[in-house]
């Protein structure tokens, strides 16, 4: 499994999740520049993600739902705030309502994705920050750690095919 270690830091708040995968940079990096490809490993496999927009540039957003097991929709979007292709990419992510307008009363997250040659292969850092502790416990609760390193697992075959 790529996913090798993830920690929360409560005081810094933080959720670092670092991943290797057996694929140069740049093949990680198509992985989140396209759209197709990121719906495949966005979500966990019982809530596959569809991309709606799709805009990885400074000031872009990302627009996306999961689709649970029951028909149920969940929607997110990314801000872009920065993009150094093939190596690291900064976003706001959040949580929306099915109309993609953000949804308020929960947590949002300042990410930065980093991708770095690793042995033969490439390291993922995936940091998340939060705007309070409360906020990070709230995503903790919610499964963030388990969904994350299943949607992280599924990069693998995807690099494969």
Do not use: C
Request: net charge negative; glycine share 8%.
């Amino acid at each position: 499994m790529p996913v090798t270690d993830v920690q929360h830091d409560l005081d810094n708040l933080t959720l670092t999740i670092v991943a290797d995968f057996a694929a140069p940079v740049e093949r990680v990096w198509q992985v989140y520049a396209d759209p197709r490809q990121l719906e495949k490993v966005w979500g966990p496999p019982t809530y596959p993600a569809t991309v709606v927009d799709h805009d990885l540039r400074p000031g872009g957003r990302v627009n996306y739902f999961m689709t649970g097991p029951e028909g149920d929709k969940h929607a997110g979007y990314w801000l872009v705030t920065a993009v150094d292709e093939p190596t690291s990419f900064s976003f706001e992510d959040g949580f929306a309502d099915l109309d993609f307008t953000p949804n308020p009363s929960l947590p949002v997250s300042q990410n930065v994705y980093s991708f770095a040659a690793h042995g033969s292969g490439t390291r993922a850092t995936y940091v998340g920050t939060y705007e309070s502790a409360e906020a990070l416990q709230q995503v903790l609760a919610m499964g963030i750690v388990e969904g994350a390193s299943l949607a992280i697992n599924q990069i693998d075959a995807l690099l494969a095919s």
